[in-house]
């Protein structure tokens, strides 16, 4: 049974446009909802979280969304740039000491 | 500057060899993790350990074992190494128990091909 379920698998969006990644998840006792961005060689990094208090967290270009009751999150990418190219994973967990879950990822190409 | 570091970038094991993976944070997190990464499938987790000496199963353990002697070290060995085997295997540590910081921090990852 897959927890987080990651949409779209592959994304191409213009340069200066909006980058929109939806996941949804089952578990209502998670309350820990990270984006981690990974470029090409590299382990994937933090890029924003979120917890369940807010619906909306936003940091520079990036924002994540959250619906509580639709059980979604998402993360929206303004003017998008050609170095926003990798590949995004949304990961959920429970607070404590659970591990997190990561969705299948997407990956995002921003072509001029 | 926080730090994962797997010891190789890039492997290449036989059929039937016993594979260590070794990772190290200088972070002086408690929690340990052992994801394998690969196309369309996302990150699955091994294998974990909250303290030394510890380890419980992930998602997909099977063919895999862990070992936690001391605290910044956590290693990952392929018992007898199979061609279903071959994948990238990425390290990742996060902060002690607590509400406030859950954040993972991952090691660049091992590229492993099983031939």
């Known amino acids: 049974q897959q927890q987080v379920k990651q949409s779209p698998q592959s994304l191409i969006v213009q340069k200066g446009g909006i980058s929109i990644i939806n996941c949804a998840y089952e578990n209502t006792a998670f309350d820990y909802f990270p984006w981690y961005q990974q470029f090409p060689g590299k382990g994937p990094a933090l890029l924003i979280a979120?917890?369940?208090?807010?619906s909306e967290k936003k940091e520079g270009r990036f924002t994540i969304s959250f619906n509580k009751s639709a059980k979604q999150f998402s993360l929206h990418i303004m003017d998008s740039q050609p170095g926003d190219s990798a590949t995004y994973f949304c990961a959920a967990s429970v607070t404590g000491n659970t591990p997190l879950v990561f969705g299948k990822g997407t990956r995002l190409s921003v072509i001029a | 500057d926080v730090k994962v570091t797997q010891s190789s970038r890039y492997l290449v094991k036989r059929t039937g060899e016993k594979v260590f993976l070794e990772c190290v944070q200088d972070?002086?997190?408690?929690?340990m993790f052992w994801y394998r990464q690969d196309p369309g499938l996302g990150l699955r987790l091994i294998y974990f350990s909250y303290d030394v000496k510890m380890k419980e199963k992930g998602d997909i353990p099977e063919g895999y074992s862990v070992s936690r002697e001391k605290k910044e070290r956590f290693s990952l060995i392929l018992e007898s190494a199979s061609t279903n085997q071959t994948s990238m295997y990425l390290c990742?540590?996060?902060?002690?128990?607590?509400?406030?910081?859950?954040?993972?921090?991952f090691g660049q990852g091992t590229r492993l091909t099983v031939v």
């Open positions: 990742a540590s996060s902060s002690p128990r607590g509400y406030t910081n859950t954040e993972a921090f």
């Open positions: 979120i917890r369940p208090d807010v």
């Open positions: 972070m002086d997190h408690e929690n």
